[in-house]
C-alpha cells in the first residue's frame, strides 16, 4: 500500500492521513478490530461525530488498502491490514526509495546531517551496510 499523500507541514499520523483518519487509525491500532459505531463512540469522547462520516472514511480506508472490513450478521469489523509499526516502516521506506530516485547521493547526505546525537548501535548498522555495499560492488 502506497500513500499517495505526505504533508511536511503536519507531524505524526496527519503526514499520510488526514485529521479524522488519523484518529480512526490511532483507535483501530489500539483497538485492533471495531465496527463504524464503535469507533464513532471513542471519537465523540472528544467531539461530536456524524456516523456517516465514520463510516464514509473508514470505507475509504479500506478502498486505499489500509483497514480490511468483515462482514458479521447486519454489522461489520474494521480492523488495519498493518500494525503500526509495519504501516510506518513501510511508508519511510517508500519515502527513502522515492527520494532516492528522484535526488541521489544528496538525500543520504541531508540524512547524515540531520543525524545530531546518533547512537553507537546505528553508527555500527550504517558501517555495517557500508561495508556490505563496498563489498557487493568489489563482486560485480
Known amino acids: 500500500m502506497k500513500i499517495r499523500k505526505f504533508n511536511m507541514l503536519e507531524s505524526g499520523l496527519n503526514r499520510f492521513f488526514g485529521p479524522l483518519e488519523a484518529k480512526i487509525m490511532d483507535i ?4 485492533e478490530e ?5 469507533v464513532q463512540t471513542l471519537l465523540e469522547k472528544e467531539k461530536p461525530t456524524n456516523f456517516n462520516t465514520v463510516m464514509t472514511v473508514m470505507n475509504r480506508l479500506v478502498e ?7 462482514p458479521v450478521g447486519r454489522s461489520s469489523y474494521y480492523k488495519p491490514i498493518q500494525s503500526r509499526e509495519e504501516f510506518i516502516n513501510n511508508q519511510s521506506k517508500e519515502m527513502t526509495h522515492e527520494l532516492m530516485d528522484e535526488f541521489g547521493s544528496v538525500v543520504v547526505s541531508h540524512m547524515l546531517d540531520a543525524l545530531e546525537d546518533v547512537d553507537d548501535e546505528l553508527v555500527k548498522k550504517l558501517e555495517l551496510k557500508i ?8 563482486d560485480e
Do not use: F
Not at 471495531?34 to 464503535?38: A, D, F, G, L, R
Not at 486505499?64 to 468483515?70: A, D, F, S, V
Not at 561495508?131 to 568489489?138: A, I, Q, V, Y
Open 131 to 138: 561495508r556490505e555495499l563496498k563489498k557487493d560492488k568489489k
Open 28 to 31: 483501530l491500532w489500539y483497538q
Open 34 to 38: 471495531m465496527t463504524i459505531k464503535e
Open 64 to 70: 486505499k488498502g489500509i483497514l480490511q472490513k468483515k
